[in-house]
């Protein structure tokens, strides 16, 4: 009987032992594999898809220099693309503006924008596609961002150049 009881207490120990280390598995993460590190050429990974732009606006209508420094600055806080003055690959954003109205500034403006792409400096510069409108002041930053987001596109269309 004495064995019996033995017997008993040591499978349930037992039992118990293998509850706990079963419960202790469930509540401890799994561990997981490393993941593989991306050859990026040396590049950092955030990096890997910012495309360098530069943006050309030398007109001085209010709302198209307006237009040119919205431009800018979406341009700075944006995650695809970087804005550069380096002898580079790179999208140019060539913005020529003029006042629609001639006397009655700050109403609106005529854009047009070409881009282009530029493979270092003092080398012909390939002509990608332009658009033309019209902009007034309650429109600016939606239209710096569809110029934007199409820049985007197109460096996505011609990202084979970079």
């Not at 120990?13 to 490393?34: E, F």
């Not at 493979?119 to 019209?134: N, R, W």
């Amino acid at each position: 009987m004495q064995m019996f009881f033995r017997a008993l207490s040591l499978a349930l120990a037992l039992t118990l032992a293998v509850a706990a280390s079963a419960a202790a598995q469930a509540k401890a993460p799994a561990p997981q594999a490393a993941p593989a590190p991306a050859d990026t050429g040396g590049k950092k990974n955030d990096d890997a898809r910012k495309t360098p732009v530069a943006i050309e606006h030398d007109d001085n209508d209010a709302v198209g220099t307006r237009l040119a420094y919205r431009l800018k600055e979406l341009l700075g806080r944006s995650s695809l693309m970087q804005p550069t003055s380096k002898d580079e690959k790179k999208i140019v954003l060539v913005l020529k503006t003029k006042e629609e109205f001639p006397g009655r500034s700050g109403l609106s403006s005529i854009y047009s924008v070409s881009w282009l792409f530029s493979s270092k400096e003092g080398a012909l510069k390939y002509f990608l596609t332009s658009e033309a409108g019209i902009v007034d002041s309650a429109d600016i930053d939606q239209t710096a961002e569809m110029l934007l987001g199409k820049t985007d596109k197109l460096a996505s269309t011609y990202g084979y150049l970079f």
